[in-house]
T-cell receptor
């Protein structure tokens, strides 16, 4: 079956603009995660969904960042008033179930966001 | 301070040789430790997952070890191939951490040369 997909693969936007990044998880996976990865660093946790609800959003850096998963499948990460420091690769992952259990996390290819 | 430290930051090895990557963590109480391989421009791919009771796990030419007492893990790559060139990331989760939050190391960049 299809893996985790993310669109767009690349996004260039001007400082101050609004962007939306989309994640399509593996069908049937109830847990969905968003991470941000800067060059040469490991992924940094942003938010975790269990079903439709955000089970843990403690990684969102500020109130310019928001994510939704209204039907428990596709998720959208929304960034308002983008800043140059938001430039990074945004990774999405899904797993059959969530929490700190040992279910495999499957990552998408990421969206490279560049804020000019 | 990052709760997961990896070393070395990068290494170059000749094709066919072995290498060992290190991961030290302070995450407590411990739930599980994962090693991922991340090719350039791609998302991480899981290699191994180990819980407290497991001290070694293999996936083909990759063998991970875990010493939960010293809070150390290693990833050994045997008979390296050019396709092993990638970043290898150690990830640790706590049994009492917020659900879904994993602590990622910065990764070790491995370059395999012919």
């Amino acid at each position: 079956g299809a893996g985790v997909s993310q669109t767009p693969s690349n996004k260039v936007t001007e400082k101050g603009k609004y962007v939306e990044l989309r994640c399509d998880p593996i069908s049937g996976h109830t847990a969905l995660y968003w991470y941000r990865q800067s060059l040469g660093q490991g992924p940094e946790f942003l938010i975790y969904f269990q079903g439709t609800g955000a089970a843990d959003d403690s990684g969102l850096p500020n109130d310019r960042f928001f994510a939704v998963r209204p039907e428990g499948s596709v998720s959208t990460l929304k960034i308002q008033r983008t800043e140059r420091g938001d430039s990074a690769v945004y990774l999405c992952a899904s797993s059959l179930k969530g929490g700190t259990s040992v279910y495999e996390q499957y990552f998408g290819p990421g969206t490279r966001l560049t804020v000019t | 301070k990052n709760q997961v430290e990896q070393s070395p930051q990068s290494l170059i090895i000749l094709e066919g040789k072995n290498c060992t990557l290190q991961c030290n963590y302070t995450v407590s109480p411990f739930s599980n430790l994962r090693w991922y391989k991340q090719d350039t421009g791609r998302g991480p791919v899981s290699l191994t997952i180990m819980t407290f009771s497991e001290n070694t796990k293999s996936n083909g030419r990759y063998t991970a070890t875990l010493d939960a007492d010293t809070k150390q893990s290693s990833l050994h790559i045997t008979a390296s191939q050019l396709s092993d060139s990638a970043s290898y990331i150690c990830v640790v989760s706590s049994s009492t951490d917020s659900w879904g939050k994993f602590q990622f190391g910065a990764g070790t960049q491995v370059v395999v040369t012919p």
